[in-house]
C-alpha cells in the first residue's frame, strides 16, 4: 500500500506542475464568468421567460441552467482527466522513469491504480469546485437552489474518476499497441520477475527454451493426498484430476482428509528447463 501512495503522491505533484492544468483553470475562470454573465441576464428578464404549464420561472431558469452548467463541469472535468491521463505510463517510460520501479516487486494493476488515484486526487476536487461555484452563481444571483445539494456534485466527481481510469486503460493498451513500447527486464530474481513481467522468456546459451505467462511456466508437480493409509503422491496430476482421484479412493474404501495440488514455481522450471547449466 505504501507504493501506491507514494506514486500516487508523485503523479499528483507532476499533475500540479503540468501546463493542461493552467490552460484547464483559465477555462474555468472565463465559463464561470460567462455563466454569471447568462443567469444575471436570463434573471433579470424573468418577464420574458415562458415556462411550462405550473411551473414557476425562477424555478425553470435556475433548473435549466444549473443543469447546462453540471454539463458544462463534467466537460471541464473530462477534459483534466483525459489529458493528465492519457499516455501517461508510456510518457514514465519514455523519461525513464519506470525504471527504478520495474526491478523492484511492484505489478502493474499497482502502478495503474497508483497514478489513477493521483489523477482523482486532482480532478475530483476540482469538479466538486466548480459544481459548488455553479450553483453559488445560480443560488445568489437567481435565489434558486436545486433540491439535492451534494450528491449531483459527488455523481460528478464520480464520473470524471471513472473516465479518468478509462484514460488510464487506454494509455496502456492502445498506446502501447499502436507504437509496440516494452520493457525488457533481464534477471535472475525469479521471484521478482512472476510478481512484475506479463511474459517470461528462459534462455540457455543464447537460444530461446522456454516462453510463457508465469502462470503457464508454473508447471502441475502433482497431486497429494492424504488418507487413513497415509499420504499418497500422484505425479503429473493437476488440478482438474483431483475429482477424479478422490472418487477413486472413496470408491476403494479410503477416507480422504486432505488434497494439496503441487506446482511448480518459476525458479523450478528454470531449472528444470537449464539442467543445471548456467545461461
Request: include cysteine; glycine fraction near 12%.
Amino acid at each position: 500500500m505504501s507504493s501506491v501512495l507514494t506514486i500516487a503522491g508523485y503523479g499528483l505533484r507532476e499533475a500540479l506542475r503540468r501546463k493542461v492544468f493552467g490552460v484547464v483553470l483559465i477555462l474555468t475562470v472565463g465559463f464561470l464568468t460567462l455563466f454569471w454573465l447568462g443567469v444575471h441576464f436570463l434573471y433579470s428578464n424573468l418577464g420574458n421567460v415562458g415556462p411550462p404549464a405550473g411551473v414557476e420561472a425562477r424555478t425553470f431558469v435556475g433548473a435549466t441552467v444549473f443543469g447546462l452548467a453540471m454539463f458544462g463541469t463534467l466537460f471541464l472535468g473530462t477534459v483534466l482527466a483525459v489529458f493528465l491521463t492519457l499516455g501517461v505510463v508510456r510518457g514514465d517510460a519514455e523519461r525513464g522513469l519506470l525504471q527504478p520501479l520495474v526491478v523492484r516487486p511492484i505489478g502493474r494493476s499497482t502502478l495503474l491504480l497508483a497514478r489513477w488515484l493521483g489523477a482523482v486526487a486532482v480532478c475530483a476536487p476540482y469538479v466538486g469546485i466548480v459544481y459548488v461555484g455553479s450553483m453559488l452563481i445560480v443560488g445568489l444571483t437567481g435565489h434558486w437552489w436545486p433540491d439535492h445539494l451534494v450528491v449531483p456534485g459527488v455523481e460528478l466527481a464520480a464520473a470524471v474518476a471513472l473516465i479518468a481510469g478509462i484514460s488510464i486503460l487506454g494509455s496502456v493498451f492502445l498506446t502501447s499497441t499502436a507504437n509496440g513500447i516494452a520493457v525488457l527486464l533481464n534477471s535472475h530474481l525469479l521471484s521478482e520477475i512472476e510478481l512484475v513481467c506479463d511474459r517470461v522468456a528462459i534462455l540457455l546459451h543464447g537460444k530461446l527454451v522456454e516462453e510463457g505467462s508465469p502462470a503457464e511456466l508454473a508447471r502441475p508437480r502433482g497431486v497429494e493426498i492424504e488418507t487413513d493409509e497415509g499420504t499418497r503422491l500422484f505425479e503429473g496430476a493437476g488440478r482438474g484430476d483431483t475429482p477424479r482421484l478422490v472418487a477413486e479412493l472413496v470408491a476403494a474404501g479410503r477416507k480422504v482428509y486432505g488434497v494439496r495440488v503441487l506446482t511448480s514455481t518459476l525458479e523450478d522450471t528454470y531449472l528444470e528447463a537449464v539442467g543445471g547449466e548456467s545461461s
